[in-house]
């Protein structure tokens, strides 16, 4: 599974040397997806696709979060079903089962989450999203190159990326 990269840049100047710079290192542009307020111009950029400034990927993320949080508070009614109606094996079970939906929100909270909607304010000043896909390998190498060769580039965050570049 890739990982995605964000980064912001003041303008699009910048963002084509960044741009450059990492085709330069060997990263397909087809990697490379560059992010604008409505109307402005990416001349020379590759431009995000709409899939790709939706973010799909969290929006399934909330989903599965609400999902877990729904499931948590059934297991919970449950919980108290079992106790009310004097079933220790309901009980348990509600119980074991608000544990393992605790358990699992808990190790959610580490996975990479950054997404496209974060980043809207900053769009509308006029700044460039450069989202760049990579092997998770390569996170902690492109981050360096960028921050290194271009300083005025804020890193936005890391977030998973379901295979193809264009989700």
Do not use: C, K
């Not at 402005?40 to 400034?53: F, I, K, S, Y």
């Not at 699992?104 to 990479?112: H, I, K, M, R, S």
């Amino acid at each position: 599974m890739q990982r995605r990269l964000y980064f912001m840049l003041p303008d699009a100047g910048h963002a084509r040397r960044v741009v450059s710079d990492l085709e330069g290192s060997g990263l397909p542009r087809s990697s490379l997806h560059a992010m604008a307020r409505p109307g402005a111009d990416l001349g020379g950029l590759p431009a995000a696709t709409p899939v790709q400034q939706v973010d799909r990927l969290h929006g399934l993320e909330r989903l599965l979060w609400r999902g877990n949080l729904l499931f948590f508070f059934l297991m919970l009614a449950l919980f108290i079903a079992g106790l009310a109606d004097g079933s220790p094996w309901l009980a348990a079970l509600g119980a074991t089962a608000m544990a393992a939906s605790f358990i699992a929100g808990l190790l959610w909270t580490y996975v990479p989450d950054a997404a496209v909607h974060e980043f809207d304010d900053a769009l509308g000043h006029g700044e460039i999203l450069l989202m760049v896909d990579v092997a998770p390998r390569q996170v902690e190498e492109i981050e360096r190159r960028v921050h290194g060769r271009h300083p005025e580039a804020a890193v936005g965050g890391v977030s998973f990326l379901a295979g193809a570049s264009n989700f």
